[in-house]
């Protein structure tokens, strides 16, 4: 089939079988008649007429690692970390098995999950470096966050941690939608004894940083307990320096001889220790989620208190012979190689952790695609609160998902990433349960195939095999839809 009239097939069909979200979803009804969602509809229903700026109680406590890989949690399915109240959660929430960013790096994919857009529809499309902030690159003033959204339905709104979504005044999270901000604006801080910003003024504070502000998360908790609140905790670890940590979260890794991916001519003793470290970092974010669990506990608050928990993006320690995330780089021998742009499963897959007493089912697994551009709708949706009035986003409302009712499901991510930090690459990619195709722009000979159900670990590019020029085919057109919709910048690029 010509490819032009392929693509105007594809595209005409899509428009007409789902006007507003092409194939990217499918409808899944459940037959169960009582559904959680109904009830909370009738008692939020009730209490919105009683009190109409709180359209519903239910808190939530948002919290997002920096850097942390589904393989640092006991609960999808590694037994070298210690993350026991990670596991709790899970336990007694849901864990989704499939989640995904849409960006491998920091700043587009912090930006997406707040405002429900796409990276170049946002114009953050790589971690912001300092040069970029200092020239007014940020988190774009027109878009809304979903605090924002929650502030002006009388929630009290938190960030404690990193933004890095700029780090000029416009952008200053007191005036993106949050009442409190103790944290760092920047990408990067110490572990131990931080440059943090307190009403206003930043200065170094004595103490571990998970530390430190999980203790200020505390006290918001606790300050805020009568009325609705919305904290996000944005904790800097594991990402590197993992190290130090307090003495007790090192020493439990001590003796372990951790399971390591398989990665010729690496220096295996480097990749054990730097395991070792990360796993300590993250279990140090574990021990802080304990105290905020057990504060939920004291003060009575867990059964209203929504919390989730999941990453920024991915990492590799030795994965594919990498280290780090999307811009990742070679290591053999024990040095640095260059730099290996790529959208693999350890980059763009999070852990997706959420718990909501008496509306979620415990220990539930969910197996469905979903992507943190779909966080501004799902909270909403959750939260029953509606979107601001003509504010067009990307994502799709998961609470049907989450509550187990009829929902729409999604049938692939979509990715990008214009890597522009010492190096260059131009990625965009769709990622089905079975399929991923990653094309990058402006090259030649990069493009990536993979069969995700019998490669899952994505050793073999099947991209210049010809019989899959099918599958390859129609992925392709599905990705250029999908640009389309959003348009792509990269959008007709001849490469
Ligand atoms: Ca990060």
Redesign the pocket.
Known sequence: MDPKFRFSFFFQLAVFSFPRLTNEFRVLSVKSSLRPRAWCLLVSGIFSIIIPLQASKTNIIAIVT??QATWSLGAYGNSDPMTPHMDRLAREGILFSRAFVCSP??SPSRATYLTGKYPTQIGITDWIAPSEAAAGLGLPEHLPTWPEVLQKHGYSTGLIGKWHLGDQPPFHPKRRGFDHFFGFLGGGNTPMHPMLERQGVTRRFEGYGADLLTDDALAFIEEHQRRPFALLLHFREP?APYAPVPDSDAAVFESLDPSLPEASAMNTSQLKKWTREYHASVRSVDRNLGRILLHLDQLNLASETIVLFTS??GYMIGHHGLRH?GNAHWYAGGVRGPKRPNMFEYSIRVPWIMRWPGVIQPGKRIDELVSQVDMFASVLGMLQIPMPDGYEQEGHDLSGLVMGESHVARRFIFGQYDLHNNGLAYMRMIRTKKWKLVRHFKTHFMDELYNLEEDPDETRNLYRQSRFATVRASLADLLALKMQQVSDPLLGDVY
């Open positions: 920096d850097d790096v920091c990402h920024d993006h995330k």
